[in-house]
């Protein structure tokens, strides 16, 4: 029995729960999942930055930014599609996979899907680090693809599951703060290979993914499932076990019961995709769809993808490229861990509402400057305006870390009822992965024609769901994970309409234990 930690407490919903260090541990090592897949978006635009492996693998590219400097415009000279599938096919890959995965964590758990992911991270890792073609590179990134889908599928809604209900954002953002610090030490890695003689640095870089990726796999053998799902599976005793382990407390009847009660009403659904589609559970597929095309159209992944080549584009030498990487990096860790502080004080709107502010004016600022500094052709920024640029950029990151970063994943992997969790995280990750390649695929192309419009772009879109949080997002924090329905959305003013429906009898059955009248009209 784990000792020691905080009670939470008090609220109605809320049970006895201390933060064991088992809770911790866990967390931290599911939690590596998102370390694998920080590594992978930080790495592809270091590397693809890198002469050496542009000659081997682009060579098109190659002679365009080394051999024939100022014969194509600054913006599009990394104008490639073959270049841009490099970066894209991992998230083509992890879309496909996530509907797999979505079987595997109903079926055979969060913890075993983990697993998974780390055996397709690993295998993805050697086939990189050893390509000898470009087919054999594109395999690769499938490979690793095929973890990011099984592993985004399983590790949030793990980590929503086995946290106390009061501290479950700071928890689940653990994922987050891990996607960061991947980001950040695959800048650190890039710097660093770009200067080894040889011309075989992007090697290294490619075969270092290799250490998150056995982390997530030791951490994956070692962790415990969470009671959800050894209850969902029928693993009763064993789930009682265990909750009674996380929480510190043999007072865990009352929390036990709801997830017996949860899971029953899971079983009921035989088609959990087709009832995710049903009117009361619209609000919650709605929100988390829309969460993800946001997310990706904050215009983060256009940054964090290609920062060595933006950089390159606006005039910054090869090694200056990649140490401004790095201090976004930077950036991008510590204001993660300004979310784990604030999440479950100020809440999740005010944070996305303020970042809002701060990411609109950030990227405004920039199209000004490089409408304004930056022409077709021009060689160089001056180093006051290349500071600004920086600066700007980091803050544009900063708000993004500690908002639509973190909470991107963790509202829609807290807002799921049982029946439909796995069904629903398996949409959010799908919709997320989908967007990602899209703009993955896209941004390259998109600079070369928008120019310094693409950061207009992308603030319009800020500004979009803004309104949209504003209006339609509602609060989440310290609600306890399986009473989402009855605090959050039957409260809503727009979305009760879609909770309370009398004509669906799913609902009726499964309110009537609560003493609600599935017959009243909010």
Known sequence: MAGGGFTSGGGAGDF????????????????????????????????TSMPPFLKKFFPTVYRKTVEEKGLDSNYCKYDNQGLQLFTSSLYLAGLTSTFFASYTTRRLGRRLTMLIAGVFFICGVVLNAAAQDLAMLIVGRILLGCGVG????AVPVFLSEIAPSRIRGALNILFQLNVTIGILFA?????????????????????????????LTLGALFVVDTPNSLIERGRLEEGKTVLKKIRGTDNIELEFQELLEASRVAKEVKHPFRNLLKRRNRPQLVISVALQIFQQFTGINA???????????????????????????????????????????????????????????????IAI?????????????????????????????????WSWGPLGWLIPSETFPLETRSAGQSVTVCVNLLFTFVIAQAFLSMLCHFKFGIFL???????????FVLFLLPETKNVPIEEMTERVWKQHWFWKRFIDDAADEKVAHVSNGNGFDPTSRL
Not at 317 to 337: F, M, P, R
């Open 16 to 47: 006895e729960a201390k933060i064991t260090p088992i809770v911790i541990i866990s967390c931290i090592m599911a939690a590596t999942g998102g370390l694998m897949f920080g590594y992978d978006v930080g790495v592809s635009g270091g590397v």
């Open 150 to 153: 099984f592993a985004n599928q």
């Open 187 to 215: 800048n650190l890695v890039n710097y660093g290979t770009n200067k080894i003689k040889g011309g075989w640095g992007w090697r290294l870089s490619l075969g270092l993914a290799g250490i998150p990726a056995v982390l």
């Open 457 to 467: 772009f992308f603030s319009g879109w800020v500004l979009v769901m803004s309104v």
């Open 369 to 401: 400057i490089l409408g304004i500094k930056v022409t077709d052709h021009s060689d160089d920024l001056s180093k006051g305006i290349a500071i600004l640029v920086v600066v700007m950029v980091c803050t544009f990151v900063s708000s993004f870390a």
């Open 303 to 365: 940054i964090m993808f290609y920062a060595p080549v933006l950089f390159n584009t606006l005039g910054f030498k090869n090694d200056a490229s990649l140490y401004s990487a790095v201090i976004t990096g930077a950036v991008n860790v510590l204001s993660t861990v300004v979310s784990i502080y604030s999440v479950d004080k100020v809440g999740r709107r005010i944070l996305l509402l303020e970042a809002g502010v701060q990411m609109f004016l950030s990227q405004v600022v």
